[in-house]
């Protein structure tokens, strides 16, 4: 059989949720900070060790079948990839910053003037698109310190909590673009087995993820109101307890109204919650 071969980051801000991905699709691997290759014991897998902006063109060149990058790496180098599964961490966005007594106060502001940033494709695409002229200092990395050097008047970087702009006495003005981990493949890889059979471990984790397994008691004369609270994966469960006029009901209920949904929960009678996380949820 075919060894399919995914790029990941070395070391950097993805690294160790890239590695928890695959290692909680049931793939075993060692993980040794020196190692830039890895094999999979239970898997045709192989793991390739990258710096991050070199795996776009590893996956469009197909030395790698498959990739877990930023977004905005992929739009950077502007590779022809496949999209195969958003993946909901490394989120940040991509935003154009001033001096905090800077008079640049929208994107117009910026004829004219000096930009320093590490991403020079999107931030040039973005200013051809509002038709701003204004010159692009790419820098590899410490954006935030080009203003205060004199090197720009702006820069355009990445932003996630902002504490890094703040600390550098820098304000966001304009966001270009928004940013998560995803899965790539090489194009034309997206029906072939082992890769479907990986999307659907991946998918299952990602669901499990925003989950999680609730099992309540309740009076059966409160079920009916419970249980039109309750999505389930199905329908939820019901079982009799020992104690007679009694159930306990088994489901799962998104993380996101998780809260809202226990108050409510309480409100119709629910009592001795138990909330678990879930590892997998195969549909
Ligand atoms: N502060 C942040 N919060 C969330 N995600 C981020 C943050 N900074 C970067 N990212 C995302 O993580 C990716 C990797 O960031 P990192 O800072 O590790 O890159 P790097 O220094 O270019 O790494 P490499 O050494 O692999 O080239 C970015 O391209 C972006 O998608
Ligand atoms: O808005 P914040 O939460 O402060 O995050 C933004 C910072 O995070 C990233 O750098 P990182 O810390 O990954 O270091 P790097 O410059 O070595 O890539 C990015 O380049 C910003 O500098
Ligand atoms: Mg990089």
């Not at 075993?28 to 192989?46: D, G, Q």
């Not at 020079?120 to 692009?136: G, M, Q, R, S, T």
């Not at 991946?202 to 419970?226: G, M, P």
């Not at 939820?236 to 226990?262: C, M, N, Q, S, Y």
């Amino acid at each position: 059989m075919k060894t399919l071969k995914i790029a990941i980051q070395k070391s950097g801000r993805l690294n160790e949720k890239s590695v928890e991905l695959l290692k909680n699709c049931g793939l075993s691997f060692e993980n040794y900070k020196s190692s830039l290759i890895s094999n999979v014991s239970n898997f045709p897998l192989e793991i390739l060790f990258l710096r991050d902006d070199d795996i776009p063109e590893y996956v469009q060149d197909g030395i790698a079948d498959l990739g877990i990058v930023g977004e905005n790496v992929i739009s950077e180098t502007g590779v022809d990839v496949s999209f195969l599964q958003m993946l909901g961490f490394g989120k940040c966005t991509l935003k154009l910053a001033v001096q905090t007594h800077s008079t640049i106060e929208n994107i117009a502001d910026l004829n004219g003037k000096s930009i320093a940033t590490s991403y020079p494709v999107i931030l040039k695409n973005f200013l051809d698109d509002n038709k701003i002229k204004a010159e692009i200092r790419t820098i590899s990395g410490s954006v935030e310190i080009a203003p205060g050097l004199g090197l720009s008047d702006a820069i355009f970087d990445i932003v996630s909590t902002g504490g890094t702009l703040k600390s550098n006495g820098l304000k966001p003005f304009a966001e270009v673009m928004k940013s998560e981990a995803v899965l790539i493949g090489r194009k034309g890889i997206e029906n072939e087995p082992l890769i479907v059979e990986l999307i659907q471990r991946i998918q299952s984790v990602l669901r499990a993820k925003e989950t999680k397994y609730v099992v309540l008691n309740a009076e059966a004369k409160n079920i009916d109101q419970i249980l039109a609270l309750l999505p389930g994966v199905k329908s939820p469960t019901v079982v009799p307890l020992a104690e007679e006029g009694w159930v306990a009901i088994h489901t799962v209920i998104p993380e996101r109204d998780f809260w809202e949904k226990i108050s409510l929960l309480k409100s119709a009678g629910a009592q001795g919650i138990v909330v678990m996380p879930i590892e997998k949820i195969i549909l």
